[in-house]
């Protein structure tokens, strides 16, 4: 049987079907939009999801008031790239439609939390009108495109690859009308709305009439810099420099950490090296990818329709081979070269031009006023009177830009009167270490996460402190399932939530994010997870090579060899 006959004897997922009859994202979201139902049907809840929003249940609340529908609704901002008013315009809208905090996502975006079915289309017209959007933020589609977000001006390769960025992201945005028509329609001034979704192949020569079978993520960085971790996506940009320009860039394929673990076919995945691109031929290539993975990947099972497993079930060689079909030319080998570093960009740091930016570690995130911490008004207050640039970095941290000398005390009086840690005033292993929302809003969490992992860093750091250890830099991320949306797999310790109350901790990765961890600790129960890993921190203390890191060093030793050695 051909690829091409087995295909079209598979069942679609109901996730296709759905697609199928959308005319192009539309169908039945302007009805279920219109009823008085706080809530919408299975079509359209995957359907909004390419509009930048999900719908939600607070799962805390189930017990005592049953299901409360609630939105999310994210906004794709390509390398972290905005301006103050646009930051200012969010906030706004967390305190006037959302649940008061905002958050900034692991791929650079923001996501507001708590938006009511009937505020979505405010919500989402306000953001359009910052020049900001969510088209595409979700979605069986070319996710936020990330990049290495520092804004050093005496190494313009950083504006290169954010052009880059922003290229991508337009080239692969949905073409569909349906947006327009959903959500910028201006009722009050009369405007015309549009007759409907587009009815023909044209209407998304990249996508056609069912998109992608399921999201697609790209990410742009350097060998000395990979804060886009770019091996964890479907497809990674490393950059190959000549004299302070970008020349071209290895493409590196079949990145993804979405995993089941009840579904052995699944996997997290790192991607390997395809090919060289010169930087005319970046839109070309990344297209055919595209094109590809949308005419051969898994349309009828969800869990294995990524990149990675159609590069492992044709192998690396065979997908190349179909990606130069598609493009119409022989591509070059990769480069020789391979990650070293990855920069957060938190602290002080000179631009190169006379001015600073300034790396704000905000933990997991979450931007909020509790208490004495009042991030939230001191973003206000930064972005009212000095007015910075900003870049949001794939750690969920914050950049002020182009400031001035003597703003620098200025913007640290502001953090400080706002009960805002600065950045140097985090331990390494909090200013590491990240979580996605999990409970009480995402409807995949098995665990707490964002909740509980700053009391987790809270006893680490304490034993960190008692080991000598409290200078060590590795990368601690969380999550709620197996989902790794805080990219868990990759990372020196990765924590995922696996039944309730119970984690997987995974040892070996590494903070340049090229290697994946191994599973060191099943179901571990939460009292567990930070003597757990104690046991392993002694023994590195112990047993370390001079300058290994924690990763480096769970990876030497093995799963055997931590077991024997920490157990006993």
């Known amino acids: 049987m051909t690829e091409d006959t087995k295909k079209k004897t598979e069942k679609p997922s109901a996730v296709e079907v759905f697609k199928q009859d959308s005319n192009y994202l539309l169908e039945p979201i302007p009805q279920e939009l219109a009823d008085d139902n706080p809530f919408f049907g299975k079509a359209s809840m995957q359907l909004l999801k390419h509009h930048g929003t999900y719908q939600q249940d607070n799962r805390d609340d189930r017990k005592v008031k049953g299901k409360t529908f609630s939105f999310m609704v994210r906004t794709a901002i390509p390398g972290g790239k905005l301006n ?65 977000p520092q804004p050093f001006k005496n190494d313009p390769v950083y504006d290169q690859m954010q052009t880059l960025a922003d290229e991508i992201a337009l080239h692969l945005q949905p073409k569909t009308t349906a947006y327009h028509q959903l959500w910028l329609t201006d009722l009050e001034t009369g405007e015309k709305q549009l007759a409907g979704g587009p009815s023909d192949q044209e209407a998304e020569p990249i996508y056609g009439p069912t998109y992608l079978p399921r999201k697609f993520k790209t990410g742009i960085a350097l060998p000395g810099d990979n804060s886009a971790d770019i091996y964890s996506q479907d497809l990674g940009l490393l950059a190959v420099c000549e004299n302070f320009k970008v020349v071209g860039y290895n493409m590196i394929v079949g990145g993804g950490f979405g995993t089941t673990p009840s579904a052995k076919k699944t996997f997290p995945a790192v991607g390997a090296a395809m090919c060289y691109v010169d930087t005319d031929q970046v839109i070309d290539v990344t297209t055919a990818i595209v094109k590809v993975q949308r005419d051969f990947g898994n349309r009828s099972d969800r869990k294995v329709a990524r990149l990675k497993y159609l590069i492992h079930n044709w192998g690396l060689d065979r997908f190349k081979q179909k990606v130069e079909e598609y493009y119409g030319n022989q591509l070059q080998s990769p480069k020789p070269m391979q990650v070293e570093n990855y920069i957060d960009g938190m602290g002080w740091h000179p631009q190169g031009d006379g001015l600073w930016f300034y790396g704000l570690n905000v933990e997991n995130g979450r931007i909020k006023d509790d208490g004495s911490y009042r991030l939230k008004s001191a973003l206000r207050e930064i972005c009212g009177t000095l007015q910075p640039p900003l870049r949001l970095t794939a750690h969920q941290s914050i950049l002020f830009c182009d400031l001035q000398e003597s703003d ?18 985090f331990s390494n292993a909090r200013r590491w270490s990240m979580a996605c929302p999990a409970l009480p809003t995402c409807g995949l969490a098995v665990t707490e996460s964002e909740r509980l992992l700053p009391a987790l860093i809270d006893q680490l750091e304490k034993e960190l402190d008692a080991l000598g250890l409290a200078d060590e830099v590795f990368t601690t991320r969380m999550t709620g399932c197996p989902n790794g949306c805080a990219r868990p797999y990759n990372s020196d310790i990765g924590l995922v939530g696996k039944s309730k109350d119970k984690y997987t901790i995974l040892l070996g990765g590494r903070i340049q994010g090229d290697r994946l961890n191994f599973i060191y600790k099943d179901k571990v129960p939460e009292a567990e997870v930070i003597p757990s890993l104690v046991s392993v921190f002694q023994y590195f203390k112990q047993q370390r090579q001079e300058n290994e890191s924690f990763g480096d060093f769970c990876h030497r030793l093995g799963l055997e060899n931590l077991l024997a050695a920490c157990d006993a």
Do not use: F, Y
């Open 84 to 148: 103050s008013a646009q930051l200012l315009a969010e906030l706004d809208l967390c305190d006037q439609v959302g649940n008061t905090t905002l958050r900034i996502t692991t791929r650079q975006g923001l996501q507001l939390h708590g938006i009511l079915k009937s505020n979505l289309k405010e919500t989402i017209r306000r953001i359009n009108e910052t020049q900001l959007t969510t088209l595409a933020a979700c979605g069986d589609v070319e996710r936020n495109v990330m990049c290495s």
């Open 408 to 425: 620098r005390d200025k913007l640290e009086a502001i953090l400080r009167d706002h009960g805002v840690p600065l950045s140097e005033d």
